[in-house]
C-alpha cells in the first residue's frame, strides 16, 4: 500500500503563487510515476501534471504549462507543484496520485484511470 499526503493549499490572489507537497509513505519503491489532479465544484477531476520517478520525464495539462512546475525529491518520496501566475480558474482541490503499475503508457498518464492510489485533497482558492 502507498499513502499520500498533500499539503500547501490555501487562499491567494490571482497573479499569486502557491507549492504543494505530496509526501509519499508505505511501499514507495513500487512508485513509478506521481502527478497532480484537480477538481473544481461540479466538474470532472481534470490532469494537471506527473512526473516520472526514475527518468524525472515531466507531462503537463495545456491550461497550467508554463506557470506551473512539477518536481520531485526522491529521498524523501515528496513531490511538489509550484504554482505560479495563478488564476480565478485554477481554484479546486488539488489531489496527488501515484501509479504502480509498470504496464501504463505516457498518454494515458494523463488520465485518473492510471493512477491507483491518491491523496485526500488539498483547497486552493485563487481570488479576482
Known amino acids: 500500500q502507498v499513502q499520500l499526503v498533500e499539503s500547501g493549499g490555501g487562499l491567494v490572489q490571482a497573479g499569486g503563487s502557491l507549492r504543494l507537497s505530496c509526501a509519499a509513505s508505505?511501499?514507495?519503491?513500487?512508485?513509478?510515476?506521481m502527478g497532480w489532479f484537480r477538481q473544481a465544484p461540479g466538474q470532472e477531476r481534470e490532469f494537471v501534471a506527473a512526473?516520472?520517478?526514475?527518468?524525472?520525464?515531466?507531462y503537463y495539462a495545456n491550461a497550467v504549462k508554463g506557470r506551473f512546475t512539477i518536481s520531485r525529491d526522491s529521498a524523501n518520496n515528496t513531490v511538489y507543484l509550484q504554482m505560479n501566475g495563478l488564476k480565478p480558474e485554477d481554484t479546486a482541490v488539488y489531489y496527488c496520485?501515484?501509479?504502480?503499475?509498470?504496464?501504463?503508457?505516457?498518454?494515458?498518464?494523463?488520465?485518473?484511470?492510471?493512477?491507483?492510489?491518491w491523496g485526500q485533497g488539498t483547497q486552493v482558492t485563487v481570488s479576482s
Open positions: 512526473i516520472e520517478r526514475t527518468s524525472g520525464n515531466t
Open positions: 508505505g511501499r514507495t519503491f513500487s512508485i513509478n510515476t
Open positions: 496520485a501515484a501509479v504502480t503499475s509498470t504496464l501504463i503508457t505516457r498518454s494515458y498518464l494523463y488520465t485518473k484511470n492510471a493512477y491507483n492510489y
